[in-house]
């Protein structure tokens, strides 16, 4: 899937992002509590993980999906781009088959995948147009299938899983596996939150049918929140043979087509070696740390101040950008830390500086609007989520940007103090 990554849009970018977690996880993920639905009997944790990964596959899946997005706030986003915005859809898969459609309900108009084995296309209806692309070559035949359960065919051992929960449990709280009823289906839900300092995030769930092993729930949670920021939702999922009618659906004839190109085999093999390149120049940045080391490396006047907002300084590491130096300072420890990235600006974002979410004139419909803000006589922007929150600007020739699951407040104060 790393060509999705390719589409030159924001929006395909997040749809794209979408169906990656979809297929990875072999279905959509979904909820729907109902108390008359049956509850599988109480599992250890490793043991039902491990049933779920040892289970036999599906032949396909079909469902009815919702997807809800909280974590920023609707004023924030112009259009009714269904990834910021949330949506509501179908989803249809098959092995080497998958067709999902989202329609949002803030009058962006739907926006619908469609995959085989070899091809796929993805329509946005906000801008009629259908981006159009072929998938890696693969060998399904030379793989092979192993017998469920055994040590040696690829599913940990309830020993090994025992003993990466052990070690999870240090940093986090995890309960589970919980008998559940979701989406009519008998399953086991786990919630996983953060042991010490976890900012704003308070918790993550994770549901999965009792039988197939399929993801059926996931959900994210703000501290102090009972209701999930995100949350990908189903009704109706039932498993078995799907029509291959199902997947026979074509984008409209008047949609504007953009082709993306699969990388041919010498650009694959100037990749690698720039991806080389860029490795072996970040693990020489990682041995340079410490303020004065740092400051010699770099062409700018470093900012790292003993305590930011409070948070004493952690860390000052060399990074290497795009193969020019830059800094990561952080404060303060775990997921209620704050990052600082500080560099020189190039030269596209030099140009754009000062202009509304980076002057793209408003062309992309369901982009952020990022509100500005002062930061010591420096024009700024500012994300801010239910999660976090981050906070960019630019000040004599140097380009920060703050980041961390930390309220506006703290991130504007910490902005502030550099």
Not at 7 to 36: E, F, N, Q
Request: charged residues 15%; positive net charge.
């Amino acid at each position: 899937m790393n060509i999705l990554r390719r589409l030159p849009t924001s929006r395909l970018l997040a749809l794209c992002a979408a169906v990656v977690i979809i297929v990875a996880a072999g279905t959509a993920v979904a909820v729907a509590v109902t108390a008359t639905a049956p509850k599988p009997p109480h599992k250890a944790l490793p043991r039902a993980i491990h049933d779920a990964l040892a289970a036999p596959s599906v032949k396909g899946v079909t469902a009815t999906i919702s997807f809800t997005n909280k974590l920023i706030d609707d004023s924030s986003v112009e259009g009714g781009n269904p990834l910021l915005k949330g949506a509501t859809g179908r989803l249809w898969a098959t092995n080497g088959h998958l067709r999902l459609e989202l329609q949002s309900g803030s009058g962006g108009g739907d926006s619908q995948i469609v995959l085989n084995d070899r091809a796929w296309w993805v329509y946005d209806s906000a801008s009629n147009t259908v981006y159009r692309g072929t998938l890696p070559a693969h060998h399904a035949n030379g793989t092979k299938k192993h017998k469920a359960g055994g040590s040696g065919n690829g599913i940990p051992t309830v020993a090994e899983i025992t003993k990466k929960i052990n070690e999870a449990a240090r940093t986090a709280t995890l309960a589970g596996a919980i008998p559940s009823a979701v989406a009519g289906k008998a399953a086991y839900t786990v919630r996983v939150a953060p042991k010490h300092d976890g900012g704003l995030l308070g918790a993550a769930e994770l549901a999965w049918d009792a039988v197939h092993g399929v993801p059926l729930r996931a959900a994210v949670y703000a501290q102090g929140s009972s209701t999930p920021v995100l949350e990908l939702s189903a009704t109706d999922v039932s498993f078995g043979n799907v029509p291959s009618s199902d997947f026979k659906v074509s984008p409209p004839s008047n949609a504007k087509v953009v082709k993306v190109s699969q990388p041919s085999g010498s650009q694959t093999a100037t990749a690698k070696t720039h991806a080389k390149g860029a490795a072996r120049r970040a693990k020489a940045a990682n041995r340079v740390r410490g303020v004065r080391a740092v400051q010699a490396k770099v062409p700018f006047k470093l900012s790292a101040p003993a305590k930011l907002a409070g948070l004493p300084r952690q860390d000052v590491k060399l990074l290497d950008w795009g193969g020019h130096p830059a800094v990561l300072v952080t404060y303060g420890q775990n997921l209620g830390g704050i990052a600082v990235i500080e560099r020189k600006p190039d030269a596209k974002q030099a140009q754009s500086t000062g202009k509304p979410n980076g002057g793209n004139g408003g062309s992309d419909r369901g982009r952020l609007k990022l509100p500005s803000l002062s930061i010591n006589g420096a024009t700024g922007t500012e994300l801010a989520t239910a999660l976090g929150t981050v906070v960019q600007f630019d000040r004599g020739g140097v380009s920060y940007v703050v980041i961390g699951s930390v309220p506006p407040q703290a991130a504007e104060a910490a902005a502030r103090g550099l």
